[in-house]
């Protein structure tokens, strides 16, 4: 149980273009999900939380126009990167907040997706 | 806001050997503790959490970590690793349980046969 998956695993696009990345909750029903980034051999940064039915929240120094984030039901919310540059290439990661008794765990866990390599050339 | 801080950026020991991963946190009135556990190329996998009553909690692959209040202080310990704990480890905090969690800068552990 508790298992958040993510597509496309890697993405290879080309500079100007946007991308589109999917993450489900496939298991358990999650009102909070959140989206990171992760830099070669760094930390996850959070980017922005994403509430099902309700506008995203960004981090601080996160553009909202260019990570468009969409919550549109209990199990799927989707990171939109808009016209890519060379500089958003990076290691993006979603996870999914279980706040009931379905994850093997037990209750109030993030579970997290195994990440899209976003590469823009 | 919250902090953690993971000392050793890179632990590297022997196989069968004992390990500790140091992580400490800034303080708060409540606070809510997680290791992650990060294998190549890969996303995180939750290896144990505190959320409240024992301070000991165990994984189910032989990791602890203790929460000391005190010493505003999560270490995780194992007491003999395998080749297959080759990983990258996270330390994370929350004052919302899981909400918004903040992630230390990551420990990676090498075993050495």
């Known amino acids: 149980g508790a298992v958040v998956s993510q597509h496309p695993s890697r993405v290879i696009c080309k500079s100007g273009t946007s991308v589109k990345i999917e993450c489900r909750s496939l298991d358990f029903q999650a009102t909070t999900m959140f989206w990171y980034r992760q830099f070669p051999k760094q930390s996850l940064m959070l980017m922005a939380t994403?509430?099902?039915?309700?506008?995203?929240?960004?981090e601080q120094g996160v553009e909202k126009d260019k990570f468009l984030i969409n919550h549109a039901s209990l199990t799927l919310s989707t990171l939109t990167v808009t016209s890519a540059h060379p500089e958003d290439s990076s290691f993006y990661i979603c996870?999914?907040?279980?706040?009931?008794?379905?994850?093997?765990?037990?209750?109030?866990?993030?579970?997290f997706g195994p990440g899209t390599r976003l590469t823009v050339l | 806001a919250q902090s953690v801080t993971q000392l050793d950026s890179q632990v590297p020991v022997f196989e069968e050997a004992p390990v500790e991963l140091r992580c400490n946190y800034s303080s708060s009135v409540s606070v809510y503790l997680f290791w992650y556990v990060q294998y190549p190329n890969q996303g995180l996998q939750l290896l144990l959490k505190y959320l409240s009553g024992s301070t000991l909690v165990e994984s189910i692959n032989g990791f602890e970590a203790e929460f000391n209040k005190s010493q505003t202080s999560f270490h995780l310990r194992k007491p003999s690793v395998h080749i297959s704990d080759t990983a990258e480890y996270f330390c994370a905090v929350s004052d919302q349980g899981a909400q918004k969690l903040v992630f230390g800068q990551g420990t990676r552990l090498t075993i050495n046969p």
């Open positions: 996870s999914a907040r279980d706040i009931g008794t379905s994850g093997p765990a037990g209750t109030d866990t993030q579970y």
């Open positions: 994403s509430n099902e039915g309700s506008k995203a929240t960004y």
